[in-house]
C-alpha cells in the first residue's frame, strides 16, 4: 500500500534558527501535499507541487519553501524560526484514483 | 470556497453506546466529503469518504457517515463506540485538489 515516511519525526530548534523537514512518497508518487497542524488546531494547507512544480500555494510564510527532487521526495525548508512555528507538519499523497490523502506520521517541529 | 464545519469540540460517550460526531459543509458544487481520525502524536487515518453515489457511506472500524443535502450535512456515525475510539475527529471536504479541514471534534468514550 502507498504511503509517506516523514523525517525527522521530532526537531527542537532555536529561535531565528533554520529546518529542513523531509518527505518520501513509497512508491514514488508525483503529487505531494504539505500541511502545518498547530497545537490544538486542524491542520492548514500549506503547499502542494505536481510532478517537481509548484501546484498551488495556501498559508505558507515566506520564510517556508519547499520543493519536490527528481526522486520525488520533497523538502519543507524554515528559515528564521519562530515560536509559532512549533506544529506538526505533515506530508501527503493522493492515492490515484481513491481521492484519498494518505499522510504520513508527521514531523513535530518545536521551537525554543 | 469548500468548507466544512464541526459544531462541537468535544463528545463524550459511554462504552457500547452510539456515536455521533456531526459535520456541516458549505461548497459550491458536488461536495467530496471525507472523515480522517488521529491518535495522540499520530497522523491523520483516512476512514472513509462520499463522494457519489449511496448517502449511507461504510469506512473503517465500524464507522459510517450519512450525506444528508438537504441539510448540507455528512455525520459521522458508529452503533457502538469503544474505548479505544477515542480521538481527535476532523471532517475535510476536497477544494481544488487539496483538503480543507473542520476544526476537529475531541471524542472520549469512557469505560
Redesign the interface.
Known sequence: AAGVIQSPRHLIKEKRETATLKCYPIPRHDTVYWYQQGPGQDPQFLISFYEKMQSDKGSIPDRFSAQQFSDYHSELNMSSLELGDSALYFCAIAVSGANVLTFGAGSRLTVL | AQSVAQPEDQVNVAEGNPLTVKCTYSVSGNP?L?W?VQYP??????LL?Y?TGDNLVKGSYGFEAEFNKSQTSFHLKKPSALVSDSALY?CAV?D?????????TTVTVRA
Not at chain 2, 502524536?41 to 483516512?46: A, V
Not at chain 2, 483538503?99 to 476537529?104: P, R
Open positions: 467530496y471525507f480522517y502524536n499520530r497522523g491523520l487515518q483516512f469518504k463522494i476532523f476536497r481544488d485538489y487539496k483538503l480543507s479541514f473542520g476544526a476537529g
